[in-house]
């Protein structure tokens, strides 16, 4: 008995190590070059494990797509009508011929598999690099990120057996490239202790909101009302990455500051995830944190916030976008959030099209189980997430996916487009058709302006935009302020929170995916359409803001009572 097992197992081994004489192997992802700002270091040592994912084809991401739009158009009978995580699950699980396929090409190699999604579309396989290069038939290398000196394994080139290129979107991290996230926004910090001189909740614009703005002035701006939302189980979840801490003790000033008529102990709850933490530390406090936390609570009054904090512990080769997509899928409905606003991003060029394209399907499962994305358009106006030297314009990802909202930035009393408002057309995404007659009237009155340095056949961003300019922050024990797009979607964000908690007061859906609602001839009419500046960059004037859509500052900024009307209430 012994011994016969003993000569199975070895005739196994036999056929394991020669995977190759038995697969015709075909190239899978090829880049030209590393991503900007990264160099070769050489090859990566043939020891060392790499964690890597595998993403096996949905088998009918097509059938979600449909569902998700039925459920978010405001003209369908089934809308507000949002899937059960199993309904998703059902769309986004491989086939059994897909499961089996790959399977027998891991055991045949000797490799197990891990499934670290719900559905079980995407696989985690730890091995050596020796051995993954034997699997994919290239050779991993050392990449240095020049600015940071961070290190990062990755391939221009990998291969699959042909057989399987119907089952297998893409393997990673092979060809995507992350660089390491900023936090965009700089602090600026005020010497004189700033005069609110505005009521909360007054619909009267004070002069002061035209150089720094509080949430008093975003109140007056748009109408949003300051009584207490009323609904515990509406959460508005906020992203926070690389160890940017939202500290409470910054928060408590920031509301004894700016919001002396709600509560100073009003605070934030934490969630985490790939090992997260939130350490106290004042000094530790994150600015980017502190901004989205303090704007979130100090606009949606009396909604629970939930700072969603991701740990370094991510291997998703994605900083842990796709891993706090995942978490949230996974949670029960009633205890997910509503909303959802991330303030970081990518240049879209830095990943891969397949890797885009299954991180943006991430977010079409969320939206279906009722969530609303919001993401910060980028800081760089045309040139991407912030500004850098370009020849063709660079969009931003993940904020140019059709299915979450893209939120750019304005500023003044009488708003215009603020300069570093991130906009454009994707190189990965087609347009999508809740937008594909504004895009057309955009592009004929724009004519041959920028011709050649953008795609004209891409989903256009941002979809809408909200004051960016000047926000009054607590930091670190200081007040002062600072910009970017990271004010604004928070800002919309917390207003999309209070039109939900009203919704589902009144024994309604909330809002879940946007955009289709807001392009509608209802969402449009309840946004203050903004039709002056534009965004530079790569040696040019960018786009100019126009009527109606355009991508700069989208179809506009909100309206608290028209937006209250057009959700029917
Ligand atoms: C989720 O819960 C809300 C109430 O909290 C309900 O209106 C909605 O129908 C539920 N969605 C699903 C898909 O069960
Ligand atoms: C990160 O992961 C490693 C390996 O699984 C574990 O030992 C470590 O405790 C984790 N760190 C955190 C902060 O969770
Ligand atoms: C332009 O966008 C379309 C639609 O997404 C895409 O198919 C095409 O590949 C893009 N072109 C380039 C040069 O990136």
């Known amino acids: 008995m012994v011994l016969a097992s003993t ?51 949905p088998n009918n991401i097509a059938g979600l ?29 491989p086939t059994d011929e897909t499961l089996s396929a790959v399977n027998e090409w891991l055991t045949e190699n000797g490799i197990s598999s891990t499934a670290v999604t719900p559905a079980g579309d995407m696989l985690q396989i730890v091995v050596p690099v020796e051995k993954a290069n034997q699997l994919l038939s290239t050779d991993f290398s050392v990449f240095t990120h020049v600015e940071s000196g961070a290190t990062s394994i990755r391939t221009l080139e990998y291969s699959i057996p042909a057989s399987l290129q119907g089952h297998i ?19 600026t910090a005020v010497k004189t202790k700033p005069v609110v001189d505005a009521a909360p909740g007054s619909n009267a614009v004070p002069a002061s909101c035209g150089s720094t703005i509080t949430p008093s002035c975003l109140q007056a701006i748009y109408g949003i009302p300051a009584t207490a939302a009323t609904q515990s189980n509406n959460k508005l979840g906020v992203s926070g990455f690389i160890e940017q801490f939202a500290n409470q003790a910054d928060l408590k000033e920031f509301l004894t500051n700016f919001r002396t008529d709600i509560s100073s102990s009003t605070v934030f709850t934490l969630q985490t995830l790939d090992g997260g933490t939130n350490t106290q530390t004042r000094a530790d406090a994150g600015i980017e944190a502190n901004l989205d936390t303090q704007y979130t609570i100090g606009i949606a009054t009396g909604v629970p916030i939930t700072f969603i904090s ?32 991330t303030s970081y991003g990518f240049d879209e060029s830095d990943l891969s099209r397949p890797v885009a394209n299954t991180l943006c399907n991430a ?38 996916c059709p299915f979450v909202t893209s939120v750019g930035a304005t500023g003044g009393i009488t708003e215009t487009a603020a300069t570093f408002s991130s906009g454009g057309f994707s190189n990965y995404f087609a347009i999508p058709s809740y937008q594909s007659a504004d895009v057309a009237t955009y592009l004929s009155g724009l004519g041959s302006t920028n011709s050649g340095k953008f795609n004209r056949s891409g989903r256009g961003f941002p ?40 919704l589902v007061a009144a024994g309604k859906a ?3 995916f946007l955009n289709p609602f807001l392009y509608s001839a209802t969402g449009r009419a309840a946004l ?16 100019p803001a126009k009527a109606g859509w355009d991508p700069v500052t989208g179809l506009g900024t909100p309206n608290f009572a028209k937006l209250l009307t057009a959700v029917g209430l």
């Open 510 to 512: 909330p809002l879940g």
């Open 65 to 93: 797509e449909t569902a998700l739009y039925a459920v978010s158009d405001p003209a369908s009978a089934l809308y507000g009508q949002h899937l059960t995580a199993d309904e998703v699950a059902q769309f986004v699980k």
């Open 310 to 341: 991701v740990g370094e512990n991510n291997s998703d080769g994605l900083d842990g976008f796709m891993d706090i997509i995942t978490a949230l899928i996974k949670e029960a409905n009633g205890t997910r959030p509503n909303v959802l606003t």
């Open 169 to 187: 979107d893409f393997f990673h991290p092979t060809t995507s490239f992350t660089r390491p996230l900023t936090s965009r926004p700089k602090f």
């Open 7 to 57: 000569v199975i197992t070895s005739l196994l081994l036999v056929v394991a190590a020669k995977p190759m004489d038995r697969r015709t192997m075909a190239v899978h992802e090829t880049r030209a070059e590393p991503a900007r700002g990264f160099v070769n270091s050489g090859l990566a040592p043939a020891a060392k494990d790499l964690t890597l994912r595998i993403a096996l084809r």
């Open 463 to 502: 979809d809408v935009s909200a004051q960016g300019e000047n926000f009054e922050i607590a930091w670190d024990t200081e007040l002062g302020t600072v910009d970017g797009t990271s004010c604004s979607s928070p800002t919309f964000a917390a207003i999309v929170s209070l039109l939900n908690d009203r």
């Open 363 to 400: 977010y079409m499962q969320l939206g279906a189980l009722g969530t609303s994305i919001l993401f910060s358009s980028g800081d760089g106006g045309v040139s991407g997430s912030q500004s850098q030297s370009c020849s063709t314009f660079i969009p931003t990802l993940p904020s140019d």
């Open 528 to 543: 203050n359409d903004v039709t002056t500046g534009d965004n530079p960059g790569c040696n040019t004037n960018g786009f």
